[in-house]
């Protein structure tokens, strides 16, 4: 079935860097990449998500960038805080009511 | 805004019990998802359910997992004979069956299994 690779693991970073998570897939057909954060025992959020029909979006300090040609997409969060640390998910939706298929995971861990 | 709610937030339950954990979808929402996250791990597929049917499962819903939307707005899990390794954070979503698959949570019910 589709498999999504998600790097790094873990990533730690300064208060006021960037971070940047990469997600790779195989399905061709999926045309919906959303991200999702969670933090310790709360409920997966859906932060920003792009359509395969757009290379880049752009949410205040959260970006997503797509490259359906290399088939990766990637979360980039610049000027980092405290309050970005939790767990990042990528996830590929090939379309309307299926599966959300998940990476397994970016722990990001911002210190001041 | 909406959100998708779920009881009760924590199970606690003895192996070979059988279990109910109950969803209420966001309420325009006309397709409705079980997943699972064994604690430290990733977000597993079980379930889609749409139009009164399952859609889409996944071979870890297996015949113990049933689900059911017993009136207008829960949407069920039912565990017939609880397993230890059946312990896990289990998720609802709902999503309101657009082009895309934008798929929001509930806080989760975590099954303990004993």
């Known amino acids: 079935g589709e498999n999504v690779e998600q790097h790094p693991s873990t990533l730690s970073v300064q208060e006021g860097d960037s971070a940047v998570i990469k997600c790779t897939y195989s399905?061709?057909?999926?045309?919906?990449f959303p991200w999702y954060k969670q933090e310790l025992g709360k409920r997966p959020q859906l932060i920003i998500d792009?359509?395969?029909?757009?290379g880049e979006k752009k949410d205040q300090r959260i970006a997503v960038t797509l490259n359906k040609t290399a088939k990766h997409f990637s979360l980039h969060i610049t000027e980092t805080q405290p309050e970005d640390s939790a767990v990042y998910f990528c996830?590929?939706?090939?379309?309307?009511?299926?599966?959300?298929?998940f990476g397994k995971g970016t722990t990001l861990s911002v210190s001041s | 805004e909406p959100e998708v709610t779920q009881t009760p937030s924590h199970q606690v339950t003895q192996m070979g019990q059988e279990v109910i954990l109950r969803c209420v979808p966001i309420?325009?929402?006309?397709?409705f998802y079980w997943y699972r996250q064994i604690l430290g791990q990733k977000v597993e597929f079980l379930v889609s359910?749409?139009?009164?049917?399952?859609?889409?499962k996944s071979e870890i819903f297996d015949d113990q997992f049933s689900v059911e939307r017993p009136d207008g707005s829960n949407f069920t899990l039912k565990i017939r004979s609880t397993k230890l390794e059946d312990s896990a954070m289990y998720f609802c979503?709902?999503?309101?069956?657009?082009?895309?698959?934008?798929?929001?949570f509930g806080p989760g019910t975590r099954l303990t299994v004993l």
């Open positions: 309420s325009n929402h006309l397709y």
């Open positions: 996830a590929l939706g090939p379309q309307a009511g299926t599966a959300l298929i």
């Open positions: 399905d061709s057909a999926s045309n919906y």
């Open positions: 792009i359509r395969s029909n757009v």
């Open positions: 979503a709902s999503s309101d069956g657009g082009r895309y698959n934008e798929q929001f």
């Open positions: 359910f749409y139009n009164n049917e399952i859609s889409e």
